[in-house]
């Protein structure tokens, strides 16, 4: 059974840092991509960045490109979301999600394993 289990989330203030990590179990992680979403209270479940099965590739939305960064470490089996310069506006849940080797999968539907999620607060 796949299980995705995110931490790192909390509150801040605008300008900060915070270090997402996703630990996956319970499947080959080497050939699966790994993404990160975020949905805010009224709002749809958007994407923020991808990284490729082998951490060659990587792909963001473009509100959170040039201050997040999606890594991966398949000897640990887990997937981290570097994020800088927080804005009140990336205040959300923050979800790993992971599709075995999907290169372009941006969309939720294209995301069949997903974890419960960690919030992340920003303050103006």
Same mark, same amino acid.
């Given at each position: 059974?796949?299980?995705?289990?995110?931490?790192?989330?909390?509150?801040? #203030? /605008?300008?900060?840092?915070? @270090?997402?990590?996703? *630990? %996956?179990?319970?499947? +080959?992680? &080497?050939?699966?991509?790994? $993404?990160?979403?975020? #949905? /805010?209270?009224?709002?749809? @479940?958007?994407?923020? *960045? %991808?990284?490729?099965? +082998?951490? &060659?590739?990587?792909?963001? $939305?473009?509100?959170?490109?040039?201050?997040?960064?999606?890594?991966?470490?398949? *000897?640990?089996?887990?997937?981290?979301?570097?994020?800088?310069?927080?804005?009140?506006?990336?205040?959300?849940?923050?979800?790993?999600?992971?599709?075995?080797?999907?290169?372009?999968?941006?969309?939720?539907?294209?995301?069949?394993?997903?974890?419960?999620?960690?919030?992340?607060?920003?303050?103006?």
């Amino acid at each position: 059974q796949v299980r995705l289990v995110e931490s790192g989330g909390g509150l801040v #203030q /605008a300008g900060a840092s915070l @270090r997402l990590s996703c *630990a %996956a179990s319970g499947l +080959t992680f &080497s050939i699966y991509t790994m $993404a990160w979403f975020r #949905q /805010a209270p009224g709002k749809e @479940r958007e994407f923020v *960045a %991808a990284v490729s099965w +082998t951490g &060659s590739t990587t792909s963001y $939305a473009d509100s959170v490109k040039g201050r997040f960064t999606i890594s991966r470490d398949n *000897a640990k089996n887990t997937v981290y979301l570097q994020m800088n310069s927080l804005k009140p506006d990336d205040t959300a849940a923050y979800y790993c999600a992971a599709v075995i080797k999907s290169p372009t999968a941006r969309a939720p539907n294209d995301y069949p394993h997903w974890g419960q999620g960690t919030q992340v607060t920003v303050s103006s």
